[in-house]
């Protein structure tokens, strides 16, 4: 989950995410900033980002005195989960697009630099490189469709695993 979390929002928003996890109940950005000894600005720049992905959500008040509002955030608890599962349902779906490509299409590279080029593209281009006019080899895609074959295997195999707590949390 952790992983997921840290791809969509970076090392530093994770530590915070992290951090409020820890927390037992809501706090203000304020106090995060004093606790973490960090600008306020960035802990709030964070907090956004956080909510931006719904990771975290916030209550907002107005200071009686101050007239300011202040806002309280915590986990989103109970989105978290069906968040982070929904994004590895959007990847797994990519990979398994991006696997029926190679499996069904044929390739060429250009050797010089590294670049691929679908049989569509290499025919048009004569089979020289766009870049620097080499001419291109024929792409052995095995290599990538392994690849692509054990990253589909492992995040259905995370996407089961958290179907199957969730399930046993509701009985």
Request: hydrophobic share 30%.
């Amino acid at each position: 989950m952790l992983n997921l979390a840290k791809e969509l929002v970076g090392d530093e928003a994770l530590g915070l995410l992290k951090y409020l996890i820890g927390k037992k109940s809501e706090i203000t950005d304020e106090e995060i900033a004093k606790e973490l000894n960090t600008k306020p600005n960035e802990v709030r720049k964070y907090l956004y980002l956080l909510s931006d992905h719904g990771l975290v959500t916030y209550r907002k008040t107005k200071d009686k005195d101050s007239n300011l509002y202040i806002y309280y955030w915590k986990v989103n608890v109970n989105q978290i989960n069906e968040i982070l599962l929904s994004r590895k349902r959007l990847i797994l779906e990519k990979l398994r697009n991006r696997y029926e490509q190679e499996k069904d299409g044929l390739f060429y590279f250009c050797p010089q630099d590294n670049i691929k080029y679908s049989f569509d593209d290499a025919i048009e281009n004569e089979f020289k490189c766009l870049k620097c006019g080499t001419s291109l080899s024929q792409y052995d895609s095995e290599k990538a469709r392994s690849f692509l074959e054990q990253k589909i295997k492992q995040i259905e195999e995370e996407i089961n695993k958290e179907i199957r707590r969730e399930s046993s949390k509701s009985y």
